[in-house]
């Protein structure tokens, strides 16, 4: 079975602070893909990033980077420099290489930036 | 690119009347489509998975007959609540992949059902 999770329910901060969002993850496939997801108040969610498990090396795009560590099954997200504009509810997600599409999805860490 | 929209964005309805959702994948075909409930607060879960030109697959509890899924074209999905009670009441997102060997889904923006 495949489970994510978000141990982070909510999480408040001041603007200009960096903040991480941790998820981790639990499946028995060999090979998988991760994701982020953005969700502003508006209700759509927006794709950050995939990450294949056979790719470990960090990314960074702006003021946001992802820490892929397979060792302990966690794919956590930073947000540097946090913006009043960054205040959403972001998901982690997972999904198998083979066969069905299926995203599996952490319950979410809700993000407020305040000003 | 890979733009995905829902219609309605909100519907208010009556308790026992159907209501139909579109998902449209705009600048891309869409071999596979997506539908998910979301309830205030909570994550994403997954009702079934639509492929066009057969029938959809449901996830486990999800009642065939109450949420019928058809996917008649490449850019097309659609989701109708049939008989519709309160407990219907949620957010529906559907999502589409680019193509069957590409594995991002894009959303669309959701469409808030109300059912009085």
């Known amino acids: 079975a495949q489970k994510v999770t978000q141990a982070q329910t909510e999480i408040s901060v001041v603007e200009k602070e960096d903040v991480t969002l941790d998820c981790v993850y639990e499946?028995?496939?060999?090979?998988?893909?991760l994701f982020w997801y953005k969700q502003p108040p508006s209700g759509e969610l927006v794709f950050l990033i995939r990450r294949n498990s056979f790719d470990e090396q960090n990314e960074i795009s702006g003021r946001y980077s992802w820490n892929f560590q397979k060792s302990t099954s966690s794919f956590n997200f930073t947000i540097t420099a946090s913006q009043v504009v960054d205040s959403a509810v972001y998901f982690c997600?997972?999904?198998?290489?083979?066969?069905?599409?299926?995203?599996?999805f952490g319950q979410g860490t809700r993000l407020t930036i305040n000003p | 690119g890979a733009v995905v929209s829902q219609h309605p964005s909100r519907v208010i309805c009556k308790s026992g009347t159907s209501v139909k959702i579109e998902c449209r994948s705009l600048?891309?075909?869409?071999?596979?489509m997506f539908w998910y409930r979301q309830f205030p607060k909570q994550s994403l879960m997954l009702m079934a998975t639509?492929?066009?030109?057969?029938?959809?697959?449901?996830e486990q509890g999800v009642e065939k007959d109450k949420f019928l899924i058809n996917h008649a074209s490449l850019t097309l999905s659609t989701l109708t609540v049939t008989s519709a009670h309160p407990e219907d009441s949620s957010f529906y997102i559907c999502s589409a992949s680019v193509g069957p060997s590409t594995d991002t889904q894009y959303f669309g923006p959701g469409t808030r059902l109300t059912v009085l």
């Open positions: 639509s492929n066009e030109g057969s029938k959809a697959t449901y």
């Open positions: 499946t028995r496939d060999t090979t998988y893909y």
């Open positions: 997600a997972l999904r198998r290489t083979q066969g069905a599409q299926k995203l599996v």
């Open positions: 600048d891309f075909q869409a071999t596979t």
